[in-house]
């Protein structure tokens, strides 16, 4: 991809051609907190790609719309943020995404070969490879801008391998401002995504903050007791504070599934930022909760403070209606508060 | 020789965890065990002393290593217990070796008093392995024991070689524009005193680094009082601080980890070319001293003045006296520019900044972060007590701090100042605030975007920002939703109505919602703009005339407003 300009065309930089490869393969999701050294991503892939840019309030909330949107759509999202206190801030995501074998992408620019030898002179200096290791599926580095196209393949081919999980690829961050004609680079052998590996086949998703809410009597009062408890999808660590960023991803991975995740009023709270984000892609959210709950005036106070809708359950109702009504169109997402 | 740190008298050590963990080895609690660990950094860069960490289980050693890593970067003495085993303890290692400099495994005996401190003065954070919760409660108890003795002068056990200092003297004495770099180390553990005999004698101006900057509160009094006002003390990312650098010819660099973005080992953008005697008293390697000392900073400062007293001074005729009138003439551009906004009736980030800290108590110690909000409150907080993280310059990390401030030095009011973009890092933080009645203040900083990074793409992607326009959020309702008061301004009138409510007393948190002006260029930070771009800056160049062009047509207002600053002091 050479682009036209006023001087006649030019070599595409390292962050185009990432961003080509990886749309080439089929991801069209950019999940992504701003830092300088992403920027050329950002900038690339907003020159008529077809990635989505999404941008959380936090890493690791990044990393935990990433994991839920591998297992709602069997393809990787892209994660892409700031060297050193960004990829810190992601790590307690990425070994949820390894727990729960979601095929996440973590295309992140790290320090040149000659600076990582002093890391700790060198501003946000971070030994990423190091610290993720025990918790990645796989990491790939990349020093060399002639192998970006063969690093991005090796990595998608990790991270969408047996069983799928999430994999690392580190590139020296020059290499994405600098431009370069593909010399040499790798033809394209496409690595198929898989099927969704989240409730598949279901016609609403059932989320749950951490494992232990899946005993809540609230699932049979709302009708999303047996067979959707049963099937209910939690991240693969149980992460308080973070169930709002899974659902969201798992509304993203599959668009035409509304989710309803089951939370506490300390879990919404928690993910406030979140619920800014999901208004701004645009995605229906509810907050729900009975409406007789002690937490129901709080629940009804953020919905107001966020922008979401505010959905009161009125406990003589049926499971059944009320189950239907998560199911409508209008409500992408619903956040169900058990208290 | 007098120690230089914040106190050497027993207090308690501030523990703080999360979930069981907290209710286990009764450490305050906080909601999430990352923020546990920013309280404990929060807790030692506020005091000077230790402070403690506790997790238990997978998911929260993972969070409290990511909050250690930027405790790390500033090399915080920053104790954390982990009670992991088995499989989890391979998952979690290689994370909690990595944001420490030193792990001690308890889990088949009990901490060594000894090797503990010995590990901490090496270089901190250090990371105590145990097996279980019990573990936990027990080593957390020990360590509540041991730290109270530990004192960042503590050399752990390290020589000085004499000889070494004797060596580097002569070098020194040559100097005609010498200049006095301090960093943390020194400023936290070394006798200040005899720092500022030896500035005076030498003539030399001294610079601080940014993390020196947030040196203890209680060392920054005692260092203001050291230096007096007639050495200029240079602040870390302004004009006049880059000059001297730039145009020493000898730099003394006393307990500095000489960091990219104090201006060393940067390759596309030199400005220190002078030769650098470094002085430091566990010395790892570096790329960028000519000299490196295993000395203690406040020895090594007296053993020089001694040596100039001895041989004579060769600085320059009005080295010195150059830079006391360039830091005045800073002072005055940057109070000008916030008071241009006071005439225009407009609340810029400039005024807001200058208002906070104009009207905090005296002893306030603020909180800032690495947006750009940190850079304008490090614009006016000069020389009053700023927490900031530096190496990492972190964002996120400033209302979990606080909290750990607020324990640590209770006697202290803690006023807060970040950005609208990393409210939601910690906001959930505020409920634990809100819970313990800690009247700290929190101005969010609300310009409807990432600005700092905007700021980037203004200079370098030709003012295509893409992605940090942020949405309009109302903070004062999220934060009532935690439990704390809250107000909101726009304008300068409903700013110092705000500050003066700001001033009373209170048993909650105080949130105020400071609706800035958007796209404001901060006067500090180039440093650390070109410590990120460094390898790429020659590719950058084209982009960046054509992206200063676009800007100086489209932003001319903000672009003004910087140069006015820049250009004045430049000319000084």
Redesign the interface.
């Known amino acids: 991809m050479s682009r036209r300009t006023l001087f006649g065309r030019v070599a595409p930089t390292g962050a185009e051609r990432a961003i080509e490869r990886i749309v080439a393969h089929g991801l069209d999701l950019l999940v ?1 907190l ?4 992403v ?1 050329p991503l ?2 690339a892939s ?1 020159r008529g790609s077809a990635m989505r ?1 999404v ?1 959380p ?2 890493e ?2 990044g990393g935990f719309i990433a994991e839920g949107y591998g297992l709602a759509s069997g393809r990787p999202a892209v994660v892409a943020n700031t060297l ?2 960004g990829v ?2 992601e ?2 995501a990425v ?1 949820s995404a390894n727990r729960s074998n979601s095929p996440v992408l973590y295309l992140t620019p790290c320090q ?1 070969q000659r ?1 990582r030898a ?1 890391l ?8 990423h490879a ?6 990645a599926r796989d990491q790939v580095l990349c020093d060399d801008s002639d192998a970006l196209e063969s690093s991005i393949d090796q990595a998608l081919g990790g991270a969408l391998g047996e069983p799928t999980g999430p994999v690392r690829l580190d590139v020296s ?2 290499i994405f ?3 370069s004609p593909r010399l040499g680079s790798t033809p394209l052998r496409k690595i198929p995504s898989r099927p969704p590996l989240a409730a598949p086949g279901a016609d609403l998703i059932l989320a749950l903050e951490d494992s232990s809410l899946s005993d809540s009597l609230l699932l049979d009062r709302v009708g999303l007791g047996g067979g959707p408890r049963r099937r209910a999808v939690h991240p693969g ?3 308080p ?1 973070s169930g709002l960023s899974f659902a969201l991803g798992l509304r993203l991975g599959r668009p035409r599934s509304p989710v309803v995740i089951v939370t506490t009023l ?1 879990g919404l ?2 993910q ?3 619920a ?1 984000v999901a ?2 892609q645009r995605v229906g959210l509810t907050f729900a909760a009975l409406e007789t709950s002690a937490v129901a005036t ?1 629940v009804r ?2 919905a ?3 922008g979401a809708a505010w959905m009161p359950i009125d406990p003589a109702g049926s499971p059944k209606d009320i189950r239907s009504a998560f199911g409508s169109r209008s409500k992408g997402l619903t956040v169900l508060v058990d208290g | 020789m007098e120690s230089g740190s914040a106190s050497n008298q027993i207090v308690p050590v501030p523990c703080f965890a999360a979930g069981t963990a907290a209710t286990e080895c009764g450490a305050i609690e906080m909601r999430d065990a990352q923020a546990a660990a920013h309280a404990a950094d929060g807790a030692a860069r506020a005091s000077g002393r230790a402070a403690v960490v506790a997790a238990a289980g997978l998911a929260d050693s993972l969070r409290m290593a990511a909050g250690l890593v930027t405790a790390r970067g500033d090399r915080q003495p920053v104790v954390a217990v982990a009670a992991l085993g088995g499989p989890e303890l391979e998952l979690a290692r290689p994370a909690l070796e990595t944001a420490s400099r030193a792990v001690i495994d308890c889990r088949s005996s009990a901490i060594e008093p000894d090797g503990c401190l010995a590990a901490l003065a090496l270089g901190p954070p250090v990371v105590v392995i145990v097996s279980n919760l019990v573990g936990l409660a027990t080593a957390v108890g020990r360590l509540r024991e041991i730290l109270p003795d530990w004192s960042p002068a503590d050399r752990g056990g390290l020589e000085v070689d004499e000889e070494a200092i004797l060596e580097a003297l002569p070098a020194l004495r040559e100097s005609k524009r010498p200049v006095i770099l301090v960093g943390h180390g020194a400023a936290t553990a070394a006798d200040l005193e005899a720092i500022a005999t030896l500035a005076r004698v030498w003539q030399a101006p001294v610079c601080l680094t940014f993390s020196a900057t947030s040196m203890p509160a209680g060392t920054l009094e005692q260092f203001r009082s050291a230096f007096a006002v007639e050495l200029p003390i240079l602040p870390a990312g302004t004009v006049p601080w880059s000059t001297a650098l730039a145009r020493a010819d000898r730099v003394l660099a006393l307990g500095s980890g000489l960091s990219e973005a104090d201006w060393f080992g940067l390759s596309d953008a030199r400005l220190v070319r002078a030769p650098v005697t470094r002085v430091v008293l566990a010395p790892d390697p570096d790329g960028v001293a000519e000299t490196t000392v295993p000395a203690d900073a406040g020895d090594f400062a007296a053993a020089l003045t001694n040596e100039l007293e001895r041989g004579g001074v060769l600085t320059r005729d009005g080295w010195i006296e150059r830079f006391s009138e360039a830091r005045s003439t800073w002072t005055e551009l940057v109070d000008q520019e916030a008071e241009r906004g006071a005439r225009e009736d407009r609340l810029t980030p400039a005024l807001a900044a200058r208002e906070i800290v104009a009207a905090a108590p005296a002893g306030t110690v603020f909180v800032g972060e690495g947006g750009a909000s940190g850079m304008w409150l490090a614009s006016y907080a000069w020389l009053r007590p700023l927490v900031m993280p530096a190496q990492h310059a972190s964002i996120g990390a400033s209302i979990a701090m606080a909290a750990g401030i607020a324990e640590a030095e209770p006697t202290r009011p803690v006023w807060t100042v970040l950005g609208d973009g990393a409210f939601f890092y910690c906001a959930r933080e505020l409920s634990a605030l809100a819970e313990r009645g800690v009247p700290a203040v929190v101005f969010v900083f609300d310009d409807r975007s990432w600005n700092a990074i905007r700021l980037v793409q203004t200079l370098f992607f030709k003012r295509r920002t893409i992605g940090t326009d942020l949405p309009d959020v109302d903070f004062r309702n999220l934060a009532e939703l935690h439990g704390c008061e809250t107000l909101r301004v726009r304008t300068p009138g409903e700013m110092a109505m705000a500050l003066s409510l700001a001033q009373e007393s209170r048993t909650k948190p105080l949130v105020v919602d400071v609706r800035i002006e958007k796209g404001a260029i901060p006067f500090v930070g180039a440093n650390l703009i070109l410590a990120e771009v460094d390898g790429v800056l020659r590719t950058l160049a084209g982009s960046a005339a054509l992206s200063s062009a676009v800007a100086a047509a489209k932003d001319r207002p903000a672009l003004a407003a910087n140069l006015r600053v820049i250009a004045g002091a430049v000319r000084k």
Do not use: C, H
Not at chain 1, 130 to 135: A, D, I, K, P
């Open positions: 992504s701003p830092g300088t050294q920027l950002w900038d907003d840019l941008v309030r936090s690791r909330s050193g206190p810190a801030n790590l307690v070994a040149p600076k002093r700790d002179e060198v501003f946000q200096g971070l030994d190091s610290y993720m290791s025990g918790v961050f020059p401002f600098r431009r660590i149980d992460s504070g300390e709270l928690a406030l930022g979140v800014v208004n701004s709080t106070d953020a107001s403070a966020t």
